[in-house]
């Protein structure tokens, strides 16, 4: 790393309760310097301010800017962080096997974790979003959902990262890695809405990242976080 590469400091784009939490643990862990700048979202539509338009077209969070480079999406932050200030800490283990889990689980957490939690959520929400008259459909449409699709969807997905938890510490062989890193959003998500009463070692795998002094160091550097305390 060149002398000003080495001056130059990361800049995280953090919109309160979000997906940027785990930017700011990653880079706890790295031990790489970087600075905040803090959004908060709409009070009514729960959405990410305009001002994060200036920042990335789709204005939403996480974003980064580390010198003359702007990077969206966590995943792909997470893979370049640990890739230019990781140093071999965090990234892919080195048996193929534990690569390959690598891989899986950091794609799993936004491809499949996520969509159906924001679908959940969207339809909690979807009553108060319409007309008077029409929230008794709403409920019942909402209700549907929930049962026929997403809770068994959501269960299904549970069960499986139960039976990976109970039978390794991490997600991707015997050490923290990013993908750990990338899980954690999605955990947190269903441990805020009651939904891990059932999956007690992923329940434990919550609890200990929780307790790794540098989660610890990121929530004092963002501000308050709804999913830390379950």
Do not use: N
């Not at 700048?37 to 338009?53: G, I, M, N, S, V």
């Not at 449409?141 to 109970?166: M, V």
């Amino acid at each position: 790393m060149s002398p000003s590469e080495s001056r130059r400091m990361i800049v995280v784009h953090h919109l309160e309760d979000s997906r940027s939490q785990r930017v700011l643990w990653l880079l706890e862990e790295l031990g790489t310097p970087y600075e905040i700048k803090r959004y908060r979202r709409d009070p009514k539509t729960k959405l990410a301010p305009p001002e994060l338009l200036a920042v990335h077209p789709l204005g939403k969070s996480p974003v980064i800017v580390d010198g003359g480079l702007t990077i969206a999406e966590t995943g792909a932050i997470v893979e370049y962080l640990v890739g230019r200030y990781g140093a071999g800490r965090l990234d892919a283990p080195t048996t193929e096997a534990d690569r390959l889990q690598y891989t899986y689980w950091m794609h799993f957490a936004e491809g499949s974790a996520m969509p159906p939690a924001v679908m959940k959520l969207l339809f909690s929400l979807l009553p108060s979003m319409v007309p008077f008259w029409m929230r008794p459909f709403a409920v019942l449409i909402a209700a549907g959902a929930d049962q026929r699709f997403l809770d068994p969807t959501l269960s299904r997905q549970f069960h499986f990262i139960e039976a990976k938890l109970a039978r390794d510490p991490w997600f991707a062989g015997p050490r923290l890695s990013g993908a750990d890193i990338m899980m954690s959003f999605p955990i947190e998500t269903a441990a805020a809405r009651g939904g891990l009463a059932d999956y007690p070692d992923t329940m434990s795998w919550l609890e200990k990242i929780h307790d790794l002094p540098a989660f610890q160091a990121a929530l004092e550097r963002g501000g308050p976080y709804a999913y830390a305390a379950p």
